[in-house]
């Protein structure tokens, strides 16, 4: 079966970076075949009427045997002879470095300092940060290695209190290790499902992106903000998963990235990986958005979220608020797309905390201060978009549609 590999600098090891089913051997065919008569099946049973389930499966199928139309992916969190390799996202786009982690506290400090971003992709490699404490415990009982553990666990989950994943990752390999009966059994526990997770997050990506694609059409001009591409996932990306599913399928499409201030993800990140993959993309100011919408430039709008709720309301990078209302007023469709470990089903706006980060983002670019010292700053991560100027949420399960706390009730989605 055939591979390709992201690209790698001078003096680095290549490894694999993405799976493409381009040779497409019998079991992926009979797996993916499978996944469609679930959902005609879930669609005779189950479906709550406002989410899609249509031929998007069938164009999922079809893009992953056109070899000719496939496209590389960069890979962002993979595990490698008991250690964790991470894409390091500060040294983007002047340089794709690869960084290892041998131990749960440079795990951590990874998340912490944004080397890798994106809910999905913090989520499993907290996942793997775990797996890392487990291994390197030197505990000979069950009682010290769930000490070991309990430390590591709140070590990790300190770094970033606004993404859902990371604390949903954390729980779920607790919950799985806690199923041992010895020393070992829990470590190779909480290791196998750390990389089910990852394998998990690619097939969700693929998933969205096959459904997301049927919202695109031939010609359109879509707008994303930050990156929600494989950079901010194990492989291929939320929001970009749709914009690669499209052009996949054959559809002729442009993109417009914002920079998304302060730390740029867009300019650094979605542009990079975009450009990296072929696909067309022009950057804009983020205080150029209202006026490229009101040429009528812009046919879509597709972005990730940090935390979806059972309300609807979408957490997700500073900015994303404004532009759902610019959007809303010049009446484009505004589209999240999340896989439902982002869903939050216990929180209320009001309990969420919006991490703010260091003043230094916001008065320096490139490490040259570019604000006058003494000054007062606000430097929020996030902000909240209310399900009112959304269109839809695009998830591995559907797009689900208005009511969203009844259908997302009805899935029964998101962590409990």
Not at 8 to 18: D, E, G
Not at 108 to 128: E, S
Request: proline content about 4%; overall charge positive.
């Amino acid at each position: 079966m055939s591979t390709m590999c992201a690209y790698m600098p001078p003096n680095t090891t290549i490894r694999p970076s993405l799976i493409v089913y381009n040779s497409f051997e019998f079991r992926y065919f009979i797996k993916y075949l499978s996944s469609v008569m679930s959902i005609v099946f879930v669609r005779r049973f189950q479906t709550p009427k406002n989410i899609k389930f249509n031929i998007s499966y069938f164009l999922f199928l079809n893009m992953t045997l056109n070899k000719n139309k496939e496209i590389k992916s960069l890979k962002t969190v993979e595990w490698k002879d008991n250690s964790l390799i991470l894409i390091d996202q500060t040294k983007l786009p002047t340089k794709l470095v690869y960084t290892k982690c041998n131990d749960y506290i440079h795990v951590a400090k990874a998340i912490k300092d944004l080397v890798v971003r994106g809910a999905p992709a913090i989520g499993v490699a907290a996942a793997f940060g775990m797996a890392l404490a487990a291994y390197n415990s030197k505990a000979r009982s069950i009682s010290s290695l769930s000490r070991d553990l309990d430390k590591a666990f709140e070590v990790i989950r300190s770094t970033r209190p606004t993404a859902v994943n990371l604390f949903w990752a954390l729980d779920r390999v607790m919950k799985e290790g806690k199923k041992g009966k010895t020393v070992q059994e829990i470590k190779n526990l909480i290791l196998n499902e750390a990389r089910t997770m990852a394998e998990e997050d690619v097939e969700n990506n693929r998933s969205m992106g096959a459904f997301g694609s049927n919202i695109i059409s031939d010609g359109d001009v879509i707008l994303t903000h930050c990156n929600a591409g494989s950079l901010a996932t194990v492989a291929y990306g939320t929001a970009l998963g749709v914009i690669r599913a499209a052009k996949e399928s054959g559809k002729n499409i442009k993109v417009i990235a914002t920079e998304t201030r302060p730390v740029m993800q867009g300019a650094r990140l979605t542009a990079f990986e975009l450009h990296h993959d072929g696909i067309d993309v022009s950057l804009i100011p983020d205080t150029a958005v209202g006026h490229i919408m009101s040429k009528n430039k812009i046919k879509n709008i597709v972005v990730g979220a940090d935390r979806v709720l059972k309300t609807g309301h979408v957490f997700n990078k500073i900015g994303t608020y404004q532009i759902a209302l610019l959007a809303k007023a010049h009446k484009i469709p505004f589209y999240v797309v999340a896989p439902t470990s982002t869903f939050d089903l216990q929180n209320t706006p009001s309990d969420i905390t919006i991490e703010e980060r260091s003043r230094e983002e916001v008065t320096t670019i490139g490490g040259k201060k570019i604000a006058p010292d003494g000054i007062g700053v606000f430097n929020p991560a996030f902000d909240m978009t209310p399900p009112e100027l959304i269109t839809g949420i695009i998830t591995e399960k559907g797009i689900l549609k208005h009511p969203f706390e009844k259908n997302i009730k009805k899935l029964k989605i998101g962590i409990n």
